[in-house]
């Protein structure tokens, strides 16, 4: 996993609730073998018609809209738990995606994959939309290590991250680097469990 | 303490700072869809395999389940089977593939051989996993980094979930199965229900079910929004797994059982959550919309909540009956109800009828095991007799990832777990059932309660 400790960035507003995993990545690409390429096909089926052509009003179709925010509108990534919609995310180039609320099993896989889901009020979240309605080109700044998220000069707020997962993404460690490192402790515990 | 406290205690490795805890695995079951991102993470960071004997593949989502002993036609499936037999074979993991004697669905194959067994911890990449806590085991799905974590490690990093106790006591009305239970208790909570919860089954109700009926509760558990569902083992759960393939012998099978003997929940043990419900009160059930919550006992009318997108899809309006509804397709397979408990159950019932005209029935063996003992028991003969298709084992109209879709538009009675839009093929109408209402279906050719067949 990539380490990340700052993202400065413009950001992609998508306002739509409950988007779920098979929008994100249909399952139809669930087939591939390998954890590139999906950000070809991400939201496939809002960015294009069945023809191939590209659906003109969709968002990542704008170029207006650029960065490595996605900001979207409340219960992001629910539905199926498949991990394939964070790589087609990911694969995209986002790093951090802002909501109201996210899925749980969208969230965890989310943090296990170096994209950051930082979760805002719905008041914050209107304003943050505002302001990329105001102007496109508005700059956000995420800062990991000190947990926040700066909208302006005057607006800065804090967000959650567990504390584990937090450092992961601060080091780029992944869950397998921390439990290569303790493969001592498993080793004890295999050694004492009695299996039946 | 409860039953889940005491697996998970006796499971965890160590603490991490932040509360979550590392949680050892005993069993990795793993298929062709969420296995070969896993497996080239190893490869390219060039991390060995820890402990390949707990890992137990197949091939099921993506196969056909026709000519199962010709090559799979359709390219990227045929990759993607290709590619778990190739990992395998590079790390040396005995693959039941296409055409092995054990070969199945997932969920189907690992409680048949013995491998499922009461106080272990196993996962799998696929959210079914649920289906094997029948056996008083924690088990649950995972995602694919999660796949590569227990692959390097065979531990997991996870904050410890809730409990929350579902009791069910009383006798069921005939025609009511353990399907229809665990539908009925899905639309009294919600398919958010059960959220950040792993569930525990009891009541005496639940105890009187057989291990199949038990997993079709704990497969859907998850359909509820919880993390897992689990059933205390008991003499039944025993008497199952002994003599199979995979389970302890002898004298280890005896220490095993005295072990599992002590694997349930504590008089006074506290839970975060209980429910529970009167065996009486629950009817035949059916989904009438595009999640499993929304579910209705087969007398009663589709409720007007706000539910208009997902009637739109279906099709139907609130306030309407089901009954009589004209029905295309029948589906009766699934690791929720692809069991031989579940095949004899439809053949004893269709033994001598015929599926109506216009109907396509199709019935899909959870195992390479259970199709074979289908045969030999002569259910093939009857279901043909019938106008019923045996088909080859697989995960098929399930998910669709095969060729065995429904076509847009039509309606399909199925005893699988979802019926989310486009789960059974583009634009599919799914109405969740159970195998016995899903026969009695086919032969009617419209939505018809079970229990008008059965004299008391
Ligand atoms: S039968 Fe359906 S629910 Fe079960 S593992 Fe296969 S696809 Fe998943």
């Known amino acids: ?146 947990q926040t998220l700066k909208i302006n000069e005057t607006h800065t707020l804090h967000f959650d991250i567990d504390e584990y997962k937090k450092e992961c993404i601060l080091k780029g460690y992944d869950d397998i680097d921390y439990l290569l490192s303790i493969k001592d402790k498993i080793e004890e515990f295999e050694k004492q469990q009695e299996l039946y | 303490m409860t039953l889940f406290d005491k697996i998970w205690d006796a499971h965890v490795v160590t603490q991490i700072k932040g509360g979550r805890q590392v949680l050892y695995i005993d ?32 091939a099921d989502h993506n196969v056909p389940t026709k000519n199962q002993h010709l090559p799979i036609t359709e390219p990227l499936s045929k990759k993607q089977v290709n590619t778990l037999l190739q990992n395998c074979k590079d790390f040396d993991i005995p693959c039941y593939g296409l055409g092995h004697e054990k070969q199945g669905i997932v969920h189907v194959i690992g409680p048949e051989l013995g491998i499922t067994r009461p106080g272990m911890t196993i996962v799998c990449g696929d959210s079914h996993t649920s289906t094997h806590g029948a056996f008083g085991c924690i088990a649950f799905g995972i995602g694919t980094s999660q796949v590569e974590q227990v692959m390097a490690s065979q531990c997991l990093i996870l904050n410890k979930p809730k409990t929350m106790r579902i009791t069910v006591n009383g006798a069921l009305q005939k025609g009511v199965t353990s399907k229809d239970i665990v539908l009925y208790i899905i639309s009294k909570l919600t398919a958010a229900g059960g959220t950040g919860h792993f569930i525990e089954f009891a009541g005496d109700t639940i105890q009187n079910l057989s291990m199949e009926a038990r997993m079709t509760i704990c497969n859907m558990s998850i359909e509820m929004g919880a993390r897992g569902g689990m059933i205390a083992p008991d003499q039944k759960t025993f008497d199952y797994i002994k003599g199979r393939e995979f389970a302890p012998k002898g004298i280890d099978f005896e220490n095993a059982v005295a072990h599992w003997k002590t694997l ?98 199709m019935i899909v063996p959870g195992s390479k095991k259970v199709e074979k003992q289908a045969k030999e028991e002569g259910l093939d003969k009857i279901f043909e007799a019938a106008g019923f298709e045996l088909r080859e084992p697989g995960c098929s109209a399930c998910l669709g990832m095969n060729e065995d879709k429904i076509p847009e538009g039509e309606y399909c009675v199925s005893t699988s777990n979802r019926n989310f839009e486009g789960r059974q093929g583009p634009g599919a109408r799914t109405i969740l059932a159970s195998p016995l209402t899903a026969a009695a279906v086919a032969v009617e050719g419209q939505i018809v309660d079970i229990r008008k067949f059965l004299s008391n």
């Not at chain 1, 990340?4 to 739509?16: C, D, E, G, R, W």
């Not at chain 1, 986002?94 to 943090?111: C, P, Q, Y």
């Not at chain 2, 043990?269 to 529970?276: K, L």
């Open chain 1, 1 to 146: 996993m990539e380490a990340l400790q700052k993202i400065k960035s413009t950001a992609v507003p998508i306002p739509v609730e409950n988007i779920d995993t098979d929008q994100i990545i249909p399952a139809r690409f669930l087939k591939a073998i390998s954890r590139e390429g999906f950000g070809e096909n991400l939201f496939r089926d809002w960015r294009y018609e069945k023809s191939g052509n590209k659906v003109d009003d969709f968002i990542l179709n704008n170029p207006i809209y650029t960065g490595k925010i996605l900001v979207a509108g409340k219960n992001f990534g629910c539905g199926s738990s498949r991990e394939h919609a964070v790589w087609a995310l990911h694969d995209y180039g986002f790093r951090v995606v802002i909501s109201s609320f996210f899925a749980d099993i969208f969230k965890g896989n989310s943090l296990n994959n170096g994209l950051v889901p930082i979760t805002v009020d719905d008041a914050t979240l209107h304003l943050i939309f505002e302001f990329i309605e105001n102007d496109p080109n508005h700059v956000f700044e995420v800062d990991i290590a000190s």
């Open chain 2, 264 to 361: 349930k929940s504590e008089d006074g043990a506290i839970f975060d959550t209980e429910h529970s419900f009167e065996a009486s009160d629950i009817s035949p059930m059916l989904t009438y919309g595009t999640n499993p919550g929304m579910g209705i006992k087969i007398e009663d009318s589709i409720p007007d909540t706000n539910n208009k997108k997902a009637l739109d899809y279906m099709g139907f309006s609130a306030g309407e009956s089901l009954i009589g509804k004209r029905i295309e397709h029948v589906f009766i397979g699934s690791c929720t109800n692809s069991r031989i408990e579940d095949l004899r159950q439809v053949a004893d019932f269709v033994k001598g009828k015929s599926k109506a005209q216009h109907i396509t029935a």
């Open chain 2, 27 to 58: 069993r990795h079951f793993i298929h062709e869809v969420t296995s070969p991102q896993a497996f080239s993470g190893l490869k390219t960071r060039n991390i060995p395999l820890y402990r390949k004997e707990k890992i137990t593949a197949t």
